[in-house]
Structure formats: C-alpha cells, structure tokens
C-alpha cells in the first residue's frame, strides 16, 4: 500500500509540470492567451494512453526488465524521461524556442500517460486475487497519493517562485529533482507475481493458427483496428468537432472494435487443416500484433459473455455521467449566482485537497467492508443526493455557508464514487492483461463521459437557465447505471469470486 500511495504521487505530479507550472511560466513571459491555452491540447494524450497499453503489457524493457521487473521497469523509464523533459525546459527561453516547449511539454505529457498505465496495473497487480476485496483499499491510496502529487507537492513550485532570485528555469531543475526523487519508490516496490508470458505465447500459437486459415480475414481484422486507432487520434485531437459529430464518431470507434472482437473470435474458433502450421515472418508479425492488441479484447468479452460485456461497458459509461456534466457546469453556475473568483478558489479549490484524501481513505475502509458492488451502490446514490444540494443554492443564492457545505459533500461523494469505480474495474481484468484491458476501460468512461459532457451546455440553455431542473436531471443521471448494475450484479460477484 505504501509503494501504491508513492506511485500515485508520482502519477498525480507530472500534471504540475505541463499544467499550472507550465501556464504561469508561459504567462510570465508574456505569451498570449490563446497561445498558453494550446498548450493545455497535450493533456489529450491521456485519453488515448489505451492505445498503446498493450505494447506495456507485452514488451519487456531490455536490461531493466530483468532487473527489477517488466512493471518497475517501466515505470524508471518514464519517470526519468520526465526528469529529462524537466531539465530540458529549464534550459529554454520559452518566447524564442515555443515549438521546443511545446513538443517537450508533450513527450512528458507522453511518458506521464505511459507512467499510468503501469502504475495502475502494478496497483491491480500487487493485490492478490484471493483478497480481491482489497483493491478498494488501494484504490483510496492511489486517489490520495494523485492528489498529494498534484496539490500538495504542486504547491511547492509556486511559494519558490515568489522568492528573491528564483527564476522559473530554477522551479524546472526543482521540478525534476522532485521527479528523481520519486523515482526512488521504483527501488522499495516490489514487483508483483505474474504469468502474461505463458499466456501470450500460447495465444500467439493460436493467432498464427487462425491465421494460416484465413489470411484475409486477420488483414481484415487488422485494418479495423488500425483505423479504430486512427479515429481515436482524430476525435481527441481535433478542438473543432460538434457533439453531435463527436458522438458519431464514438459510435464508429465502438464498431469497428465490436467488428474486431468477433471476427478474431469467430477465426480463433477455426482450426487449422494439416500441412497449414508453416509460418513466414509476416504472418508472425501479424500475430505478435493482433495478440497484442486483439487478445485482451477478445478475452474480455469472451470471459465474460457478449450480453454482460457490453451491460459492463455501457456500465462503465453511465455511472459517473451526472457528476460529468454538473461538472462541466459548476463554475459558470457559481458565477452565474453571484459568487466572486476569491469564493471559487477558496471554496472550490483549496478544500478540494484535504477533502479528497479523507474521502478516499474513509470510502476505501468502507468498500473494504461492505463489498465493491454495495459500495457502488452506496456511492452512487450518495453522489446524486449530493447533486441535490447544487440545486438547494440555485435557490437560496450565493451563500457562503452552504457553498462550503456543498462542495465537503460533493468532493466526499465525488471521491467515494471513484474508489468504488476504480476498484470495480479493477476486479474486473485478467491478470495476464492487467495494463490493456483496465487503460480500455477507464478510457471507455472518460471518453464517455467527455463526450456526452459536452452536451451539459446545451442542457442548460434548453431549460432556459433553471439551475434547479438541472442539477435534479443531474442527480437522477445514476439510476439507470445503478438500474444496471442490479441486473448483472450475481454476474459481477461471480467474476469476481472467479478471480479469487
């Protein structure tokens, strides 16, 4: 739990680097809004860091990996890459090498999107499945070990920067000794068991057999993904879509990956005719590739059933959809009311913090004790009797108190809900895809949420500014997640008791 809270840190961290630091220091040297607001585009990195997690749980690092192990690994890697990055920056005058700052500032944004990737698979992988119970637990070390690297160690840049003699190539070097010294965590974790190597090479096996059967369709199969990933690219980095064609477009990601799983499962299920076991190098490229990112897709939905798989994923989806779109919302409703800047970032800033770390410690203990799904349940209803509250001062106005008192409910509420949700995912991977398939997953409800969220707008403006029916349809947003989750919930308990 310990190693867990300390990759957290370093998970949470990085975001001080390319975010807040990044802003003030771009403003400092007298760039324009819009030119600091572009930089703020290489946070979408983090929305498509599934793309690539299935090469983390493939490749083992040369030299590391047999040292300290495939997950530690590459954890070193990215955070000294960040260090590097850091170092980098520190050495730029950001208004004659802009291009430079930028492109850095997005291979630390890279490497901190990889770093998650392996944190939360070390975190799923360090629990044993016998006491699956446990990854709430972790859960809640891992939410307050991000919010102790973003807003406890992201605090320290700025009190230096106020000191005589301090430049911001200074805060860099201080940024990336920062980094180093987290990297010191790399060394006291302890690598977690695993056995992904057996099991991707009996898949490959598998894949070179199907594929010596129909070689058309694995191209087939192939393209799909391919063009899968390139829509994802398209879709995140492309600031001009409208909702409705973002939304469209999700729909064709999610088909061709739907198309990719049941053409490699139907393949899978054919058996090769003698005299068809030959392979060349194309065709065992093909398969390294296609186990890679194909495997832990068709496990998933293979484990689990088509029916229950998709009821999971539109799971994931729905259940943090109201807390999304409120969210979308929160500071123009707060302003809209009367509240000052000062009041926004005292009330809804600072007290985030402390109230996060008590709230995850407190929500992990308690799912701990009365089970992931309950603890859903649990969270999810308290996250939209939360929203209740919004709407209480749409209608009392801007009180100072009860802003206070809605926002220690709503980031409690807020918090518990994502202990609950991440240990749920978590239970939910195979062990032998750990990196692959809980990156998909936790992708598939941010890009959700991402996506509808944009509509909250709209929403508001189509119920001609009442604050009150919004944050009620706000809260009533979770009962169809909930109304789901109670129908598959023996299938759940049932995944999970498997793992165990």
């Known amino acids: ?120 698979a070390y975190r799923i992988d360090s629990i044993p499945t016998e006491h699956n119970e446990q990854q709430s637990t972790a859960a809640a070390m891992a939410t307050s070990g991000w919010w ?35 990297s010191v965590s790399v060394w006291i974790a302890r690598e977690p068991d695993s056995y992904r190597e057996n099991v991707y090479q009996q898949a490959q096996s598998r894949y070179l057999g199907a594929i010596s059967v129909n070689p058309h369709q694995a191209t087939l199969v192939l393209l799909a993904i391919i063009l899968a ?19 469209l477009l999700t729909v064709l990601i999610a088909a061709l990956a739907v198309f990719a799983v049941t053409r490699i499962s139907k393949m899978l299920r054919q058996v090769p005719r003698q005299g068809q076991s030959h392979s060349n190098g194309a065709q065992k490229a093909l398969a390294w590739l296609l186990v890679s990112l194909g495997e832990p897709l068709r496990d998933f939905f293979n484990r689990n059933g088509v029916k229950v798989a998709l009821s999971l994923l ?41 109230v996060t770390i008590v709230a995850s410690v407190t929500g992990g203990l308690l799912n701990l004790r009365i089970g992931i799904i309950k603890g859903l349940f649990v969270g999810g209803i308290i996250m939209a009797a939360s929203n209740l509250l919004f709407a209480l001062m749409a209608s009392v106005g801007p009180n100072k108190s009860l802003l206070f008192v ?19 995912i978590s239970v939910l991977c195979n062990r032998a895809f750990t990196a692959s398939q809980y990156a998909l997953l936790a992708s598939i409800g941010t890009f959700g949420r991402t996506t509808l969220g944009a509509y909250s707008g709209v929403i508001v403006d189509y119920l001609d500014g009442n604050w009150q029916v919004f944050f009620v349809l706000t809260a009533l947003m979770v009962l169809p997640s909930l109304l789901l989750l109670y129908l598959i919930r023996d299938k759940v308990k049932a995944i999970a008791g498997e793992r165990a």
């Open 148 to 182: 102790t690297g973003y807003a406890g160690l992201g605090a320290i840049p700025f009190f230096m920067a106020d000191l005589p003699g301090w430049q911001w190539s200074d805060i860099y070097l201080l940024l990336a000794a920062i980094m180093a010294l987290l």
């Open 406 to 424: 809605t926002i220690v409910v709503d980031g409690f509420t807020a918090a518990w809900g994502t202990v609950a949700f991440m240990a749920f």
């Open 229 to 247: 990933i390139v829509l994802c690219i398209v879709q995140v980095f492309s600031p001009s879509w409208h909702p409705q064609q973002s939304t």
């Open 1 to 120: 739990m310990l190693s867990i809270f300390l990759f957290g840190v370093a998970s949470g961290f990085p975001w001080v680097m390319i975010g807040s630091v990044m802003s003030a220091w771009l403003k400092d040297a007298g760039l324009t809004r819009s030119a600091i607001g572009y930089f703020s585009a290489v946070f979408a990195v983090y929305s498509i860091n599934f793309l690539w997690s299935p090469l983390v749980d493939r490749l083992r690092l040369p030299l590391l990996s047999a040292s300290i192990g495939q997950r530690r690994s590459w954890i070193l890697l990215m955070q000294w890459m960040m260090v590097l990055g850091c170092l980098g920056l520190s050495l730029v005058d950001p208004t004659q090498t802009l291009t430079f700052a930028g492109l850095t500032a997005l291979a630390i944004a890279l490497s901190s999107a990889t770093q998650d990737i392996v944190i939360d």
């Open 314 to 354: 539109l799971f994931v989806v729905l259940f943090k959809m109201g807390e999304a779109i409120l969210g979308r919302m929160s500071i123009v409703f707060y302003k809209e009311i009367g509240f000052s800047n000062s009041d926004i970032g005292a009330y809804s800033k600072l007290l985030t913090w402390a």
